[in-house]
Structures are given as C-alpha cells and as structure tokens.
C-alpha cells in the first residue's frame, strides 16, 4: 500500500460537488489526486445535496486518484458534521478540513473518522486528514496541526489567508513567502506532504508556471489546480529531466560502488559525493518513476 | 439495515438537482398510490426501464411509500440518479 504522508501528490484538481459532470470527468486528466468540494463552491441551499452526490460518487465509482473531499468547517458552520454523517461512510482517502485553526478541530475529525472505521470493520487509517491553513492563527499553530492525528498533508489556502493579513495577491508572490516556507517546514518536520494554494486565474499561464516552479523549488510536493491545463503543466515541471535522471542514476551507482568496495570517498563528474546528494538522486528516480518514466540502475564492474 | 421498519411519508414536495447535463431534476411529492415514477429522457427507449427500477429502489431502500417521483433527466449516470431522490427524499421529508 502507498503511504499516505509520501505518496505522489504533484496535483490535487478542485471539483465543485455538485456538478455530476464535473464529477464524471474528473478522473481523466491524471491528476494524482481529487479533490470534491462541498465547502466554498457550494452555495448554503445546496449543501445537503451536494453532499449525498459525493458520498454517491465516491459509492459507485473507482477512481485512479486519490479522492478527498473537501468539507465544511466542522464547528465554524452549522454543515461540518453533517458533511462527515454523510460522506465518511463513502470511505473516501482524505478528508479535507478547511480553515484549520488549532489541533483539536483535527482531533474531533479524526475522532469521527476511528469511529465510521471501527463501525465498519474498516483498518486503523483507512480514512486520514489533509488540513489547509487558511488564516494567521492557523499558521501559527501550524506545526502542532501537522502533528494531529490522521494528519497525512497540509495546505495553504492563500484567498482567505490574505484577506486576514489585509493584502492582495501579486505576481511575485512576496505576501506568501512566510506562509509558504513556515508551512512547508512543519510539514516536513512532521514528515507529511505540503500542497500548494490555488492560482485563480486559468487564463495566465505564464504567472501559474512561475508559481509551480517557485513552489517546487521552495521545496512543495504539489499544487491545487482548479482546471485540467493547469495539471499537465505541474506534471511536467514536476518531473526530472533526463540530464537530471541520467546524472542521479550515476550519482546512486557510484554509491553503490563505493559502499560494496568501502571506498571513502567518492566523486561523480569531477564532484564530491555524499550523504544529502545521495538522498536527491534518489528523490529524482524515484519522481521519474512516479511519473511514469522507466530509469534503469547503471552496475559498475 | 433490512428487514421491518415503519415507512416514512414525504411532507411536502420538494426538488432536488438541476437541468443540466449529466444531472437529473428529480421532483418528490405524497402520494395515494404507493410509489409512482414519471420519467423524462432523451434514452428512455434504451434505459427507460432501469432508471424507473433504479428510482423505485432507490425510494424504497430509503424507507418510503407513497411518493410520486416525477424526473426530468438529463444524462445522468446512476450514482447522481440516486444521490438527486435521496436529496429529494430528505427535503420532503422534513416538516
């Protein structure tokens, strides 16, 4: 079974919960996972609906990606528990709680989540927790939130966390660059995966693909997408190049090398070689192999 | 769960989905006759039958009688068929 804190998670597609043909198509532009929305899509008339449509989806069909669904905040709005009565039968692989503020709203979820499992018969972990953080308490309590329990990912939802620090979003994105890092460095000291906020307008794909790479470079293992061409463009930024591959599979050889004739010390292109440069090659095959690309292991004589 | 329980009646009428693609607007309402299905759809010649079944189902398992099911569809694969009576189902049977 994949672990559910490492998994591939380069996209996670937003689709509105209440649109049967949304949800019919959402599984087929490979995005590694899918995210239902009953929250901030849905108007307040439609959330009973759009909830028993999820649960009903997630029911009936299989989905290649990982399905989360993204419910209403479960002690901020009146629809929250009613969203996991619902959905949490349908046994979806994460649930979404939105506008996290402190650990113990992940603890009442996650408390809700054991109880369906054991009703079930289901095993320990079936069900687990994304949290996005989405206000300026919340990041500050970050860091205890991704150690809750069930917590397998976080997020940064920006819309919501801006307008708490009174700005706008711009093109360089400076107004998120403290969110972003303390995020990202809680969740990997947690050891779980860190998404990456929406970008809103599909129209401006230069500015989303200066995000990605941003994003990626600042260490993310993904990013939100709300239509089908942001995901082949996280796809592609988020798979090593060849000379990036080649070199790693070089890299992990000469290792081995050196480990089977206990050499100390090795250098690969004229570079010295240790510990850290060992773990990116390997972080580097194994996200070509996740992305579908065959990498074969040079052997040295 | 199976086996006996009480039948529940609608309240009210009440609509759930919409009319778009892929979804169905399914209309609830009491009834004196059991449950009854008024289906609409551009493939009622192919599917007309197992989406009647399907309804009727789907109204039963939920524990109802007496409701008249009045569907306009619009393409809709069987999960949203039975998510938009359930949904229907819940607002009517509220008082």
């Known amino acids: ?301 | 769960m199976k086996g006996w329980r009480s039948m529940k009646n609608i309240v009210s009428a009440a609509t759930a989905g919409f009319m778009e693609k892929n979804d169905v607007l399914v209309t609830v309402e009491p009834s004196q006759k059991g449950i009854e299905v008024e289906l609409t759809s551009d493939v009622e010649r192919q599917y007309g039958e197992h989406m009647r079944d399907l309804i009727r189902d789907t109204v039963k398992e939920a524990g109802y009688d007496n409701v008249k099911v009045t569907a306009t569809d619009k393409g809709a694969w069987d999960y949203t068929i039975i998510a938009r009576v359930l949904g229907a189902l819940q607002r009517g049977g509220q008082a």
């Open chain 1, 1 to 301: 079974m994949t672990d559910p804190k490492t998994r591939l998670s380069r996209t996670m597609m937003f689709v509105p919960g209440n649109s049967p043909k949304m949800i019919n198509n959402c599984d087929i532009n490979g995005a590694d996972s899918i995210m239902l929305d009953i929250e901030d899509s849905i108007p307040v008339t439609e959330k009973d609906t759009a909830r028993i449509l999820v649960a009903e989806a997630l029911k009936s069909r299989k989905f290649k990606a990982e399905t989360v669904v993204r419910i209403n905040h479960p002690t901020q709005t009146p629809f929250g528990i009613d969203d996991l009565k619902t959905i949490l039968p349908a046994k979806p692989d994460l649930i979404r709680l939105p506008k996290t503020e402190c650990v113990e709203e992940v603890e009442l979820v996650a408390g809700m989540i054991a109880e369906e499992e054991k009703k079930n018969g289901w095993p320990e972990g079936t069900i687990n927790i994304i949290c996005a953080i989405e206000s300026v308490k919340g990041l500050y309590n970050v860091r205890e939130i991704c150690h809750g329990p069930r917590m397998v990912a976080i997020a940064l939802g920006a819309e919501d966390f801006i307008a708490d620090i009174k700005t706008q979003r711009t093109k360089y994105g400076i107004e998120l660059y403290f969110a972003r890092s303390t995020i990202l460095m809680a969740a990997r000291e947690a050891g779980i995966r860190c998404i990456d906020t929406v970008y809103s307008d599909v129209k401006d794909m230069e500015t989303f693909r200066d995000e990605v790479t941003k994003i990626r470079d600042m260490g993310f293992d993904g990013k939100s997408c709300i239509h089908p061409k942001q995901i082949e463009v996280v796809h592609e930024l988020f798979t090593p190049t060849e000379k990036q591959i080649a070199h790693a599979v070089k890299v992990l050889a000469s290792y081995a090398d050196a480990v089977k004739k206990n050499k100390g010390v090795i250098a690969v292109d004229g570079k010295m070689i240790d510990g850290p440069i060992v773990v990116r090659a390997q972080r580097i095959v194994d996200a070509a192999r996740a992305a579908g690309i065959k990498v074969e292991m040079e052997t040295k004589a």
